[in-house]
Nanobody
Framework: QVQLVESGGGLVQAGGSLRLSCAAS????????MGWYRQAPGKGRELVAA???????NYADSVKGRFTISRDNAKNTVYLQMNSLKPEDTTVYYC?????????????WGRGTQVTVSS
């Protein structure tokens, strides 16, 4: 079992910045892909950014050039630096971790952290 603890959401004015963090803890696991998704009311969950254990990254077109994902493998923590925030970035952000236990993998989700960007 893996527990995810998210932090860093909040209220910011348009053009401002926030940094989200998600720390994974548990026993005898390693992390493959770590990432952030977001889900607006009435819509599906969409990928914001993801990063592999080797450091390869993937971003949604809407956040390219503004958001940067990074990870600390020693701490099993993933970060999302969000700059030049826009009101349309307002929603709940969810951490996702693909954990590996010996010969199998399992997906875990955080509870979500609210990001609100005022115009």
């Amino acid at each position: 079992q893996v527990q995810l603890v998210e932090s860093g959401g909040g209220l910011v004015q348009a053009g401002g910045s926030l940094r989200l963090s998600c720390a994974a803890s548990g026993n005898r696991f390693s992390t493959n892909v770590m990432g952030w998704y977001r889900q607006a009311p009435g819509k599906g969950r969409e990928l914001v950014a993801a990063i592999t254990s080797g450091g390869s990254t993937n971003y949604a077109d809407s956040v390219k050039g503004r958001f940067t994902i990074s990870r600390d493998n020693a701490k099993n923590t993933v970060y999302l630096q969000m700059n030049s925030l826009k009101p349309e970035d307002t929603t709940v952000y969810y951490c996702h971790v693909q954990a590996r236990f010996g010969g199998y993998e399992r997906d875990y989700w955080g509870r979500g952290t609210q990001v609100t960007v005022s115009s």
